[in-house]
Structure formats: C-alpha cells, structure tokens
C-alpha cells in the first residue's frame, strides 16, 4: 500500500489598492468557496486533464478572512499545476486581487508556525503604521 503525500501551500490574498495596512477579505469567501473558485482557475488553465488530475487531492485546510491568507492541501506531484492556478487568479468576488503562495511545507504543523509568524509580523507592521498615521 502507497502512502499519498501531501504539500501545504501557504499563500496569501493581497487586494491591489493604495492603502498602507493589510485588508480582511469579504465575509462571504470562505475555504468551500475559495476551493471552489481554485478549482474552476484549475479547469479554464489546464482543461479537464487538470481538474480531473487534482481534484482529489485538492483541499483547502485553512482561511483566515481578518489576515487573508490560507493552507491549501495538495498532492505532491500536483503542486505546479495548484501553485499556477493560484498565482493566476485575479479576481475574487468581483474584485481585483492578487494570490501569493509564500510557503510550501511537507507538514501542515510548518504551514501553521509559518502561518503565524507571518500574521505577527503583519500585525507587527500594521500597528507601527497606524502609530505614524495617527
């Protein structure tokens, strides 16, 4: 018997405006939602080969609306294709955006520690700004 293994990819959902803090994502893109747009992204990129290819591996783990950014669950010989797919996404709910993957873990233990620690430099960053603003 195979064991299937898995990449995590970490990524995160930049909206492209001129405001200096990070921006939450809307309240209705949640993980079924994302997985469910990453999935047609998959299909319209590399065509039913592609979808069909990933689809079983395919999971999104994680979400965070107030941070943006989230753990996709993929197959490791799929990983390309998942990673591409993500970095052409454009728009999400009618608006532009841009996804960023900033970490591939085997682990999604590192994916979480990496997950975190990005969010604690981000929040870090954010109350530094808002300090000069104010």
Partial sequence: MVRIKYRYLLFSVLYPEQTPVSRPS???????????????????NFGSWGS???????????FSQATSTGILRVGRQYLRIAWAALTFMNNILGQPVIVNVVHVSGTIKKAMQEAVLRDK??????????????
Avoid: E, M
Wanted: with cysteine.
């Fill in 26 to 44: 809307p309240p209705d893109l949640t993980c079924a939602h994302f997985a469910s747009l990453l999935r047609d992204q998959i299909a319209f």
């Fill in 52 to 62: 069909g290819s990933v689809a079983a591996s395919l999971l999104v783990k994680y």
């Fill in 121 to 134: 430099l981000a929040l870090f960053h954010d109350r530094q700004i808002a300090g000069q603003l104010a």
